[in-house]
């Protein structure tokens, strides 16, 4: 783990429309290659969360965003592509890495990671998580490199309300 870890305090999430404010301002400082593990109890809303994100990265709405906790990952065509996966049923590192998330990553897609955090070395360096609680529903931004703690700033700048 790296040196540079960063945490936001908590951010309310009281509404759907708030989860989706969160999306958007994460979309707009998304990068090819960004790394989001997206952390929380099942019910959190990581999904609504992704699937909002990938709207707002220009999705269109005849696309369906489900957990792919079957299939294990999905790539969507977003702008920059994504690249959604779901490691709830993998216990074993080999298998993670098996996966070809970092190979994904490598060629400029956006990893968002459900279940991820068991598993965030294999998803490379320099990540950022997304912790989604609930009562009250809320979130927390960790960041853990140079690149994450930018991206965690951009998201916290939008989302400051306005002086």
Do not use: N
Request: net charge positive.
């Amino acid at each position: 783990m790296s040196s540079t870890r960063a945490f936001s305090s908590p951010l309310p999430l009281p509404t759907r429309r708030s989860t989706q404010h969160l999306a958007r301002a994460l979309a707009r400082a998304l990068q090819p290659g960004d790394a989001v593990i997206l952390s929380g109890a099942l019910g959190a809303g990581k999904t609504f969360l992704v699937r909002a994100l990938c709207r707002a990265l220009g999705l269109p709405p005849s696309e369906r965003v489900v957990s792919p906790t079957f299939t294990l990952i999905r790539e969507l065509p977003t702008t920059p592509p994504v690249a959604h996966a779901d490691l709830y049923r993998l216990t074993d590192a080999d298998d993670t890495r098996e996966l070809g998330l970092l190979e994904l990553r490598e060629r400029g897609m956006v990893l968002l990671v459900e279940w991820g955090e068991r598993h965030a070395e294999a998803l490379g360096p320099d990540r950022l998580t997304l912790r989604l609680e609930l009562g009250p529903r809320r979130a927390t931004l960790l960041a853990d490199g140079p690149r994450s703690d930018a991206l965690r700033a951009a998201v916290l700048q939008t989302l400051a309300p306005a002086p």
